[in-house]
């Protein structure tokens, strides 16, 4: 049976940093070397992105960096765009992807392991327009931006609701300030983050969901691997999900 892997929307979400600072001891164990894995991400900060020198980083980065560094397993980080990067690790042995919602669609395609963080689904609009929105269903009306393969964008659109898909999330920005869309889908951290990044004043209108986002790993991954990881991933500022109603 597959696990309801999203809690409704309740009062604002907490990240606690803490999980990403977690520092463990380094098991003496010598494990067998498994193979290297690839592991690749897109541009989503503050959980993922590629800083001024070039390096993958993020708090969900950090996240998996520790524990790949405790479990003493080798890998090399990639920034793609999102459908490339999914679709590689859901075809190619030894790839990952993350930071992944762990959907019902999905779950039989990869190994998981998380949460690595928790992600506050949300409404944006620019303030200026002063928007109101008391439902997810009051979008029907409204141009509403996602990016390919996103769950976000996914799950509002399964509710019958027309998406409009950009390559990237910094592409919805763009077509929200020039007045293409009327609203974004989007985490509510990234919203905020890449909204101070460019300048732009958006008001958050609406909660609909928290989502744990996860390490999907192609099934070629050892289990010995998947199980080492999340030994050592550090979970502590999870709270019990609730199911989907």
């Excluded at 019902?104 to 690595?116: D, H, S, T, Y």
């Excluded at 409009?164 to 974004?184: H, Q």
Aim: aromatic share 10%; net charge negative; glycine share 6%.
């Amino acid at each position: 049976m597959v696990r309801q892997l999203f809690s409704p929307a309740k009062p604002y979400w907490v990240l606690v940093v803490r999980g990403v600072l977690f520092s463990g001891h380094t098991s003496s164990i010598a494990f067998a070397q498994a193979p290297s894995l690839t592991i690749n991400t897109e541009e989503y900060p503050p959980f993922n992105y590629q800083n001024d020198q070039g390096i993958v980083v993020g708090i969900a980065t950090q996240q998996l960096r520790n524990a790949l560094r405790h479990a003493g397993i080798e890998a090399r980080f990639r920034i793609l765009p999102w459908a490339r990067a999914y679709t590689e690790a859901r075809l190619r042995e030894h790839h990952c992807v993350y930071s992944t919602t762990r959907t019902a669609a999905r779950e039989p395609q990869f190994r998981w392991v998380g949460p690595l963080v928790i992600n506050e689904w949300s409404v944006f609009g620019l303030a200026e327009r002063q928007l109101s929105l008391a439902q997810l269903t009051d979008l029907h009306h409204w141009q509403v931006g996602s990016f390919r393969e996103d769950a976000i964008g996914d799950y509002v659109e399964e509710r019958g609701i027309n998406v409009l898909r950009a390559p990237t999330e910094r592409e919805n920005m763009a077509r929200l300030a020039a007045g293409l869309l009327d609203v974004i889908v989007t985490g509510r951290a990234t919203g905020e983050y890449l909204a101070e990044e460019q300048g732009l004043k958006l008001e958050h209108l609406l909660t609909f969901f928290y989502a744990p986002l996860y390490l999907a790993c192609h099934p070629s991954v050892e289990m010995d691997t998947i199980n080492r990881l999340q030994r050592h991933l550090d979970t502590s500022f999870v709270t019990p999900m609730e199911s989907m109603p």
